[in-house]
């Protein structure tokens, strides 16, 4: 059985939660899934495979994802590695642009796709600045999360990993 890191930088709990939606469907697919957010992350070793994801606020990744992937790019670009951003919201969802590091990303981790999902807006939990760029933008509050979307494409990841060889090399040791 495939064993998979899905790790998500949440700021507000609903990227987290969306990492716990795909570590679900992962697991229906028969896929080992260990959900664990990226500061907790100490070693890829025993993963076969990693699927990342982060809240995008003001056009970026959180800090704790892309501190994952500085941490562990050797080791990402060694397995298979899913990315996924969540971020935008309102239908249709705004803002359309990608992260703006998205691509420094997907080349770091070597990233065989990377999605982007619309997320969940509650301007109460927003700072000031965010929330000036969601007013200004005139994007309403509410949970856009596609679940069922999110639910096939990690379905889309435990087939691609069925024909991924088993056991990534170990990090080598440092003296």
Do not use: C
């Not at 957010?37 to 890829?44: A, G, I, N, T, Y």
């Amino acid at each position: 059985m495939k064993r998979v890191l899905v790790s998500a930088a949440s700021k507000h709990g609903a990227t987290a939660e969306m990492a716990g939606w795909i570590g679900e469907a992962l697991a229906d697919n028969g896929v080992e899934a260990v959900v664990r957010p990226p500061r907790e992350v100490s070693s890829l070793d025993g993963f076969d495979a990693v699927v990342l994801g982060s809240g995008v606020y003001m056009g970026k990744w959180l800090d704790d994802a892309n501190a994952l992937v500085d941490r562990f790019a050797e080791e990402l670009r060694a397995r298979p590695v899913w990315l996924f951003s969540s971020g935008p919201a309102g239908d249709p969802a705004r803002p359309e642009a990608d992260p703006v590091e998205a691509g420094q990303i997907v080349a770091a981790t070597g990233a065989r796709d990377h999605r982007i999902f619309p997320g969940r807006l509650e301007r109460r939990h927003l700072g000031f600045a965010e929330w000036a760029i969601v007013s200004a933008l005139r994007v309403p509050d509410g949970d856009y999360r596609p679940r069922i979307e999110v639910d096939v494409w990690a379905g889309e990841i435990a087939r691609a990993l069925e024909s991924a060889p088993s056991s990534p090399p170990v990090s080598p040791v440092s003296a």
